[in-house]
Each structure stands twice: as C-alpha cells, then as structure tokens.
C-alpha cells in the first residue's frame, strides 16, 4: 500500500518536471522570437511609421502572434532557426533547474505585473473626476502639488 501510494507521488514529480519543461521550451521560444520583432517594431516606429499614430500602434500587434509561434513548425522548418532555437531545448531538458528557475522568473514577473496593475487601479480609482468639453476626465492632485 505504501509503495503504490509512493509509486503515485513520484509519477505525480515526474509529471510536473515534464509541465515545467514544456512550458519552459516554449516560452523560452517566445522570448527568442519577440526580441527580434521588437527590434524590428522600435526601427519601423523610429523611422517609416514615425508620423503616423494608427500605424504606430497596429505594429505593436506583430507581438500578438509570438506566442503561438512556438507550436508552428518554423523552429523544425528552417535550419538556421532550428539550430538558434535547440540549444535552448538541450539546456531544457538536460538541466532541468534552468527550466524551473526561468518559469520561477515568468511567474514572479506575472506576479509584480499584477500587483503594478491593481496599484495603478487603485491610483485611478480615487482621483477625482471632471467634466472638459463632455468629456469626462480624472484628475491627478499629485500634478498640482508644489516643489
């Protein structure tokens, strides 16, 4: 009895080890993937799209596909991406405390990225509220404070 309940603890291990090193394969993919359309996004704002405002902001949604490029067969298609990308599947999958401690960084990272959204909430929740021309607008009183 104890060792099938032992047998089912260490399948349970196993099975979160493997969740850990898929998810880390795959978002490390993103990461690699984002950092050069990011480039890509920053040049094309600085210098062809930089008197546009509609076009400057649709840019921004080249990053909305990155995530699922990670599935896609571009990482197993073209041998100049497969060998930037396997290494990150060897490191993975070999040393398996480089999958946890970078899953721990994404979720530490989620974690502040909240607590800044639900203080950045509470910031705007309490300003005051106006009327410009019917538009309704909030008012920072940090902006009428004096040095």
Same mark, same amino acid.
């Given at each position: 009895?104890?060792?099938?309940?032992?047998?089912?603890?260490?399948?349970?291990?196993?099975?979160?080890?493997?969740?850990?090193?898929?998810?880390?394969?795959?978002?490390?993919?993103?990461?690699?993937?984002?950092?050069?359309?990011?480039?890509?996004?920053?040049?094309?704002?600085?210098?062809?799209?930089?008197?546009?405002?509609?076009?400057?902001?649709?840019?921004?949604?080249?990053?909305?596909?990155?995530?699922?490029?990670?599935?896609?067969?571009?990482?197993?298609?073209?041998?100049?991406?497969?060998?930037?990308?396997?290494?990150?599947?060897?490191?993975?999958? +070999?040393? !398996?405390? /480089?999958? #946890?401690?970078?899953?721990?960084?994404?979720?530490? =990272?989620?974690?502040?990225?909240?607590? @800044?959204?639900?203080? +950045?909430? !509470?910031? /705007?929740? #309490?300003?005051?509220?106006?009327?410009?021309?019917? =538009?309704?607008?909030?008012?920072?009183? @940090?902006?009428?404070?004096?040095?």
């Amino acid at each position: 009895m104890i060792q099938q309940m032992w047998w089912r603890v260490t399948a349970a291990v196993i099975l979160l080890e493997d969740f850990n090193t898929y998810f880390a394969i795959l978002l490390g993919r993103c990461a690699m993937l984002s950092l050069p359309i990011s480039v890509l996004v920053v040049i094309l704002r600085r210098t062809l799209l930089q008197r546009t405002i509609f076009l400057k902001g649709m840019i921004w949604g080249m990053l909305l596909i990155v995530p699922f490029m990670g599935k896609l067969n571009l990482f197993y298609d073209h041998r100049l991406i497969y060998s930037l990308s396997i290494w990150w599947n060897d490191i993975c999958m +070999i040393y !398996r405390p /480089v999958g #946890y401690g970078y899953m721990l960084c994404v979720l530490v =990272y989620g974690g502040y990225m909240i607590y @800044r959204y639900r203080e +950045i909430r !509470r910031t /705007v929740q #309490y300003m005051e509220k106006g009327r410009i021309c019917d =538009y309704e607008i909030l008012i920072n009183p @940090r902006l009428f404070l004096q040095d």
